[in-house]
């Protein structure tokens, strides 16, 4: 018996996504993402790399399916490239890409592993970008039209569906600070992105309740706790809580409660931003019930009140901790608020972790190996808190690794290491790193 013992049939899982691991940007078929011309446009990426390989898994998934089955892994967590089964974004559908993700979720069926599947991670079809993307109010349709193929094409062999995967990554860091594809800088188009994004969740939600699948539906949102910087300091105070509003009950509250963040809006609005054009009927569609929430969390805030920060007048500052080959501060006790938090305030019967880790300066030693500690005990950390809020009544019933594997970090291109499992990027070498052993007898023990 584990001094931390999870509940019977806990989902212990790892995630990745499409543009991040698969290369094979134009094999198969595939059109072009946003993210490939992102990456091939210079000046976007740290290290000047580019998606166009990552980490091959569009060859080499058996291999990679191989490994998740040595070290006991349950749930898979994948993303579908919208550009491979759609190259044009809408219009007709590539049999190849629904082949490659076939033979994937059958590959990880016949090994005894579930599947999560993420429709959209970030990797748009070009084509719809250049008819305005998510900030096209169109794409709640070309969304819907999108998801259907999926669920009749590979729903008899998906466990798990997400909708979507941090849609607030999509509309802030993709239109407001223009760190991801498509690149702009532009507040008031963001927000309205975002209510594009939650109306394509919600059509997404529809269609499935036609379909009659039975697995769960639900959504991967990114949170994290804000705390004022100085927690005497009232202005202080109010930017942390304006702050967690923007990263949190942006997209929560449009979902779980049917209505957006009043004094968050009424506050944008004061300081001159657009708010989103919201029609008749769009809370409805936004707000069905979901069968799991899925958090993605890693850090907290620390926040500032500095009113010259546009739009928001919230600075997040570092506090000196430990921190991850990210720069994301290490507060494992901020997991155990937010868990608490999310419990409290939208009540989901189901709560899985889809994203949790952190990124290290790995490399393979002269022995062969790679040697890990501060990712296991970033995890260990994280995961002592998951059970002490699982204690407390907070219903987890899944943690995912991020990420099974190194790979394209966005931005940050190859350049940061999330993987547990090692990838060399001039051979495809893979080698699991110590976290991936420790991770596996946590599964084994199904605790620590
Ligand atoms: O790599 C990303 C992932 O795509 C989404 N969540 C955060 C991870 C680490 O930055």
Redesign the pocket.
């Known amino acids: 018996m584990s001094a931390y013992q999870f509940p019977e049939g806990f989902e212990w899982g790892t995630a990745t996504?499409s543009y991040?691991i698969e290369g094979g940007w134009n094999a198969g078929g595939k059109g072009e993402s946003i993210w490939d011309r992102f990456c091939h446009t210079p000046g976007h990426i740290h290290d000047d790399s580019v998606g166009d390989t990552a980490c091959d898994f569009y060859h080499r998934y058996g291999e990679d399916i191989g490994i998740l089955k040595e070290l006991g892994i349950k749930v898979y967590r994948l993303s579908i490239s919208w550009p491979r089964i759609f190259p044009e974004g809408t219009g007709a559908v590539n049999k190849e890409g629904i082949d490659f993700y076939r033979n994937v979720l059958q590959r990880l069926h016949d090994n005894g592993i579930k599947s999560a599947v993420t429709m959209y991670?970030w990797d748009l079809p070009q084509k719809l970008q250049d008819r305005g993307g998510w900030a096209n109010r169109e794409i709640a349709d070309w969304f819907r039209a999108y998801v259907k193929v999926l669920y009749e094409r590979l729903g008899d062999l998906v466990d798990t569906w997400i909708t979507l995967?941090?849609p607030i990554c999509t509309s802030m860091a993709g239109y407001w600070y223009g760190e991801h594809a498509p690149g702009y800088h532009d507040y008031s188009m963001a927000l309205q992105a975002s209510h594009h994004l939650l109306l394509a969740h919600g059509a997404a939600v529809e269609e499935y309740r036609k379909t009659g699948l039975k697995a769960d539906i639900g959504i991967t949102l990114?949170m994290n706790m804000s705390y004022p910087f100085d927690p005497k300091n009232r202005a202080d105070i109010e930017a942390a809580k304006r702050n967690q509003e923007h990263s949190n009950n942006l997209f929560g509250d449009p979902i779980f409660l049917g209505k957006y963040p009043e004094e968050l809006f009424a506050y944008l609005e004061k300081r001159g931003a657009v708010l989103p054009d919201i029609r008749q009927g769009d809370i409805e569609i936004i707000s069905q019930k979901l069968d799991f929430f899925g958090l993605?969390t890693?850090f907290t805030d620390h926040v500032k009140a500095d009113e010259s920060r546009w739009p928001l007048g919230a600075l997040s500052l570092k506090t000196g901790r430990p921190h991850t080959d990210?720069d994301w501060e290490v507060n494992p006790e901020g997991m155990y608020d937010l868990l608490k938090w999310i419990h409290g305030r939208y009540k989901p019967q189901k709560l899985i972790i889809t994203?949790n880790g952190a990124a290290c300066n790995d490399w393979v030693n002269l022995e062969g190996k790679v040697s890990d500690p501060n990712r296991i005990d970033y995890i260990h950390r994280y995961l002592i808190q998951v059970h002490k809020a699982i204690g407390e009544g907070v219903p987890v019933k899944g943690y995912y690794v991020?990420?099974f594997c190194d790979n394209f970090?966005?931005a940050w291109g190859l350049s940061r290491r999330?993987g547990m499992v090692h990838v060399d990027y001039a051979t495809q070498k893979r080698t699991p790193k110590e976290s991936a052993y420790w991770y596996s007898k946590v599964i084994r023990d199904n605790g620590f």
Do not use: D, G, L
Request: hydrophobic share 35%.
């Open positions: 996504a991040q991670h995967n941090e990114n993605n890693y990210a994203e991020w990420c970090e966005w999330f």
